[in-house]
């Protein structure tokens, strides 16, 4: 049955507990930053916990970056390994001119593979969110072997969860004209725009925190930026066409999946998440009372039901590896 969580508040140590070494501090896992080469890219990523945990890789969507995932790195590093890259093009990854990046979803995902190479990441739990659902899903169909589980948080597979949010990106697929490009430039890549996509369906739009959407919008703002979000808005397009080879994949690997989804998404509506059960009967299906950012609103909830999730399907620190790195 699908189920709707309603708002819960963390504990976290009060500053002077004692920790498991008895030394008085705070009980907190700390995020390191760091870059690493891969495809020709300088992609930075964010990672905490025990690298003889299992890995679970946490994949951002538009106009994010691995800062999206701040809480909630902290509240799994406990338990596993976890690691979130920026995107080329997104947050803090650094792509050479002279490396011609084509920006692709196929080729965002070509990266991936040789990020994940490069940190010698042999086995990981996906993370799916927006943009890193068709991402992770092409990874997922090239090495189904090192999948194992995905979670899907407003990441989408199927036509019927596409919502009318959509409307101005779909004519744009169909006429790609610079009038369409400019309209969609001038209604989605601003700070109003940006802030929109944070705040709609959240019950209380003052709980999201500013520096969310203000970062964002400000990197959208470097020099041509705007036109790499705008060619991808285009791309898009390639991963409606893959829905159905997602779907195969779904139906022959049948991966460990928690579809956890805000139900008051624009982009990605509910039928999105139902129609996971499809292909995988035992998917489980929940839906938080939010928009389309939940991490910024119910992170407590995602974690929780993330950890019960990866731990009832065998990922746990008895029986995988990490990253070396």
């Given at each position: 049955m699908s189920?709707?969580?309603s708002a819960r508040t963390s504990k976290i140590p009060e500053a002077g507990s004692k920790t498991a070494r008895g030394s008085s501090e705070l009980s907190m896992p700390i995020t390191s930053i760091r870059k690493v080469e891969a495809d020709g890219v300088r992609v930075f990523y964010r990672v905490a916990g025990d690298p003889g945990n299992p890995v679970v890789l946490?994949?951002?969507g538009f106009p994010s970056s691995s800062f999206m995932f701040r809480?909630?790195?902290?509240?799994l590093a406990d338990d596993y390994r976890v690691i979130a890259p920026d995107f080329p093009g997104f947050g803090f990854t650094e792509v050479p001119a002279e490396r011609k990046y084509v920006y692709s979803f196929e080729r965002f995902a070509a990266t991936l593979n040789e990020?994940?190479?490069a940190l010698k990441i042999r086995r990981f739990a996906l993370y799916l969110f927006d943009y890193g659902a068709p991402i992770g899903f092409r990874l997922a169909m090239a090495h189904p072997d090192r999948v194992t589980a995905i979670?899907?948080?407003n990441g989408n597979a199927y036509e019927e969860g596409l919502g009318d949010a959509w409307g101005p990106i779909r004519r744009y697929w169909v006429e790609p004209t610079s009038d369409?490009?400019?309209a969609i430039s001038k209604n989605i890549l601003t700070l109003e725009g940006t802030r929109w996509q944070y705040t709609h369906g959240v019950v209380d739009p003052a709980c999201v925190p500013p520096e969310s959407y203000t970062l964002d919008a400000a990197l959208l703002e470097r020099a041509g930026?705007?036109?790499i979000q705008l060619d991808l808005f285009l791309d898009y397009a390639s991963n409606v066409k893959l829905y159905p080879a997602f779907q195969d994949y779904f139906r022959k690997a049948k991966p460990p999946l928690l579809a956890i989804w805000g139900k008051n998404d624009p982009f990605f509506i509910p039928a999105g998440a139902e129609a996971f059960r499809r292909d995988i009967p035992n998917a489980r299906v929940e839906f938080l009372d939010t928009g389309h950012f939940a991490t910024?609103?119910?992170v407590v909830e995602i974690a929780a039901a993330m950890k019960e999730f990866l731990t009832a399907n065998g990922v746990s620190s008895q029986t995988e590896d990490g990253a070396s790195q």
């Open positions: 189920q709707t969580r946490l994949l951002h809480e909630l790195i902290l509240r990020f994940t190479q979670v899907s948080q369409n490009r400019e930026n705007k036109d910024e609103t119910h």
